[in-house]
């Protein structure tokens, strides 16, 4: 990794609460990002800011310094009750609250401020107890937000500070609606400071931001792109049977100890994971309907390096921080200029360099003239050698999950014979 993606600006140049700049120290950050940069000076003088940044850019050390900042700098109303918070943070996946918790805990550390987690899926009445004791900053997402909201087990009428972020995304899950039903029931714009940050600030999240925020500073660098500069983008045009035998080739000429692969249904995760370990190679699914529990076990597990790909529909493509990610997979084209984005952000992050292999196949082609439309460049295509295309093995027996009460428990007879020949 370089040092390419630091600004030359330092964290002690500014004015920190002593608390704020241990936290920075033991966190190992001594020179900022280009955003932090950026959103810095505006954000420690208590002015609103919205941000582009890319992921993996440090814009979550960016607004938790702010936050702690304001937090520490501006002692909390005497007439507060401690279920009432002083800041929060909203994100659109349960995996981005996860990792801007653990940074928060990590910069965190000497502040004394209570912080509180809030994402679906698990721990429901954990994370209600804990919240319902008192917490200064608030951390989760939207639907498990509103929840507890609504039940009364926390309000937001001291909100010091809120922060939005990856705003873009909020649009793309349909989360809108609830983001304007929060941002309507804190502290007015005017007596809070905001934070909204986003990989494209487009109309949409703009205008978002002018109607809740006051009078927001748009922070961006000059050459700001739309996909990370270190990584290296390359399409292939395989016809569909060639995808699997082409994937194979690739993984072992390549040899990446960790990938990630990109699919557009479970369906098709599914698929593709029979395959890959009909091949021996050690991989693992991250999708939709995977519990949460499960979902964190795996990602540990990736991270360890007990397999070395991870199959993963668009659900993973935003919020995660897994360290050195070296390829990035298109085995499937996303539908959209912001999905091919985020998901090829999963590697080169913070200045490293990485690789974006996609695949134009027959399916999918139709989506590349507005992915390269929306990141300003085409992608260099690549000829298929013939010599990369390897043999597959079949693949693995698929394991068939039957719900409690399904067929499963058919009697004895079972199904009428179409309706198990309908089930192969």
Known sequence: ?????LSETTFSQFDLPEPVRRGIEDA???????????????????????????????????FLIAIYNRLLREPADERRRPNQIRALILAPTRELAIQIHKDAVTLGKYTGLKLGLAYGGTDYDKQRRQIADGVDVLIGTPGRIIDYFKQKVFDMKHVQVMVLDEADRMFDLGFIKDIRFL????????????????????????????????????????????????VRQVIYYPSNPEKIPLLLGLLKRLGPHRSMVFVNTKHMADKLLAWLKGNDIKAAVLSGDVPQDK???????????????????????????????????????PQSGEDYVHRIGRTGRAGAEGDAISFACEASAFSLPEIEQYIGFKIESEAIDRSLLVE????????????????????RGGPPRHRRRERT
């Open 28 to 62: 190992g950050f001594q020179r900022c990002t280009h955003i932090q940069a950026l959103a810095l000076p505006d954000a420690l003088q208590g002015r609103d800011v919205a941000g582009q940044a890319q992921t993996g850019t440090g814009k979550t050390a960016a």
């Open 183 to 230: 941002l309507r029931r804190m502290t007015p714009p005017a007596e809070r400071q905001s934070m909204l940050f986003s990989a494209t600030l487009s109309h949409r999240v703009m205008e978002l931001a002018y109607e809740h925020m006051n009078n927001p500073e748009k922070v961006q660098t000059e050459d700001e792109q739309v996909t990370a500069e270190k």
């Open 392 to 411: 597959p093995s079949p693949p693995a027996r698929r394991e068939v999950r039957r719900p409690p009460g399904g067929r499963g428990d058919a009697p």
């Open 295 to 333: 979902r964190q076990r795996l990602l540990g597990q990736f991270e360890r390096d007990e397999f070395h790909v991870l199959v993963a529909t668009d659900v993973a493509a935003r919020g995660l921080h897994i360290p050195d990610v070296s390829h990035v997979f298109n085995f499937d084209l």
């Open 1 to 5: 990794m370089t040092d390419t993606h």
